[in-house]
């Protein structure tokens, strides 16, 4: 059968669906205490084959997990809890958002923070992000840390595939850094921010990559507002401030999505109840402080000596 399915001539609709079910039984055979490949090494070249199709890691990503997984009782999932269920919701809702959130970064990093175009696009960013704070708010309230802890993290451990280690699927793959590149990250990160990104944007589509890579050594929006900002002429001019205002704003969104982020991770690897240290994406829990800390570092760069003029 194997053989049958390396010889198909492969649609990425279908490589996506296949690399998404094959994934859940790898992510389940690991959950037991089994090495996949260990046991069943004819899959490997399957899962090459189907990564490259798609330009992707050859393992399923949060994407397979969520956004490529039917709604309703087709949806697969490694549990019948409904908390999964829930979760896996909450995460589909949160990629339209950063989806489109390229294309609007792509017209801030060529636009001028003076530009009377510059503040409603950032506005559109904070709207965005809005809907993210909302969908995380509703994994606070219906999925409880005990049942991510000890019930299902135990699913998104790696799995060895071609001589290296693939993460699961997990909501820590959610590239929320698509938003702080642009706005902040490219030039105002930490070492250990960027090596966790260096790490996580493999497991992304090939445009957000590409999109990495171009903004990845850019000036950010905070710079180059400040940097207009720090002249007392143009620290007047209507359209800067307005477009301070908004980044103002969109920074304090981001900090309280990933205040809510932090808050249930403190409590999913608590002493009493974690199965792990590390956080299912590979990293640990101390980086979501560090990067609320950066972020709060650009929010107060960007109100400064202004704030009594910045809304």
């Not at 506005?123 to 309230?141: F, N, P, W």
């Not at 209507?238 to 980044?247: E, P, Q, V």
Request: glycine share 6%.
């Amino acid at each position: 059968m194997i053989s049958n399915l390396l010889n198909a001539n492969w649609y990425e609709a279908v490589a996506l669906a296949a690399m998404r079910d094959v994934g859940l039984v790898l992510g389940s055979l690991k959950r037991h205490g089994v090495e996949p490949l260990t046991v069943v090494p004819q899959i490997e070249p399957l899962l090459l084959q189907l990564g490259g199709l798609c330009e992707m890691v050859p393992r399923d990503t949060v994407l397979h997990y969520t956004s490529w997984n039917p709604d309703g009782p087709r949806r697969r999932a490694y549990t019948c809890d409904p908390q999964e269920r829930l979760l896996q919701a909450s995460i589909v809702k949160v990629f339209p958002s950063l989806s489109a959130s390229l294309c609007v970064s792509a017209s801030l990093r060529e636009m001028s923070p003076r530009d009377a175009r510059c503040a409603p696009l950032v506005d559109s960013l904070h709207s965005m992000a809005t809907s993210m704070v909302e969908s995380i708010d509703g994994v606070v309230q219906n999925v409880s840390p005990a049942f991510f802890a000890q019930t299902l993290r135990p699913y998104f451990e790696d799995v060895k595939i071609g001589g290296r280690a693939y993460l699961g699927p997990a909501a820590a793959q959610v590239p929320l850094w698509l938003m702080d590149l642009c706005v902040w990250a490219s030039d105002r990160s930490s070492e250990n921010y960027r090596r966790f990104l260096d790490e996580s944007v493999p497991y992304c589509l090939p445009p957000w990559r590409i999109y990495y890579e171009q903004f990845g050594a850019a000036q950010s929006l905070v710079s180059r507002l400040g940097q207009y900002m720090a002249d007392p002429e143009m620290a007047q001019d209507c359209n800067l401030l307005g477009t301070a205002s908004s980044i103002a704003r969109l920074l304090k969104t981001l900090k309280a999505f990933r205040g809510r982020h932090l808050g249930i991770a403190r409590k999913a690897y608590a002493p009493e109840i974690r199965r792990y240290e590390q956080g299912s994406g590979g990293a640990p829990v101390s980086l979501l402080k560090e990067i609320i800390d950066l972020t709060i570092q650009s929010e107060h760069s960007v109100l400064g000596e202004h704030r009594a003029s910045i809304h």
